[in-house]
């Protein structure tokens, strides 16, 4: 396993709100739930105290929830064909609610924004990216496919996997599903690590 311990802080988990999803992620003995960590100057793992617009309870606030757990390798993954490789990685699985602010438009019964769902999708990639390949790493190409509307205020399943890791880069497929499993969107995030690029480029 490549988790790297530090990540996995503890972090409260709204029982409160009786989500089913939520609630059984958070009673799974293999997955964790963490905060999102960035490389600092004192730390390679330091928690935004405040907050980002993809992240954390400011976030919610905004209509954008994203609550991600990383789960342990214990054997087959998100999809049923896995390469050897694949199987040799975590994975995360989430759980995320879009509200009014993250829709098409603000005031009117439509569906989720496409830079929303995109956002949920390129915000866990690149988390489970820093957790299995390299904590400074940045996405450099994302193919996304919204496969039907999102709907708002409607839990959603999220879940990526560790496609291929090939020299300074590593690619990530990530997942939005309804509650019962159907896809509504997906991409594949290419993913470099800064410090390898930084060095090959002469750069500190």
């Given at each position: ?142 193919d996304f496919k919204i496969r039907k509307s999102v709907p708002l205020h409607t839990t959603l399943k999220i879940e990526c996997e560790v496609k291929e890791v090939k020299g300074m880069r590593c690619w ?33």
């Open positions: 396993m490549h988790l790297r311990p530090e990540l996995l802080e503890a972090v409260s988990v709204p029982q409160a709100l009786g989500d089913p999803l939520l609630l059984k992620l958070a009673s799974e003995s293999s997955t964790h739930p963490f905060e999102k960590h960035l490389a600092g100057e004192s730390s390679s793992y330091e928690v935004l105290k405040q907050g980002s617009w993809t992240s954390g309870d400011e976030a919610a606030q905004a209509g954008f929830d994203l609550r991600l757990f990383y789960k342990e390798c214990t054997g087959p993954g998100i999809l049923s064909v896995q390469s050897a490789q694949q199987q040799k990685y975590g994975t995360i699985h989430g759980a995320a609610r879009l509200g009014d602010r993250a829709s098409i438009g603000n005031g009117y019964w439509m569906s989720a924004h496409g830079g929303a769902v995109e956002s949920l999708l390129d915000e866990a990639t690149a988390e489970l990216g820093k957790m299995e390949f390299s904590p400074m790493l940045s996405t450099i190409q994302a990530v497929n990530g997942y939005v599903k309804d509650e019962s499993g159907i896809m509504l969107a997906s991409s594949v995030a290419q993913l470099v690590d800064l410090q390898q690029l930084w060095a090959a480029q002469g750069q500190q």
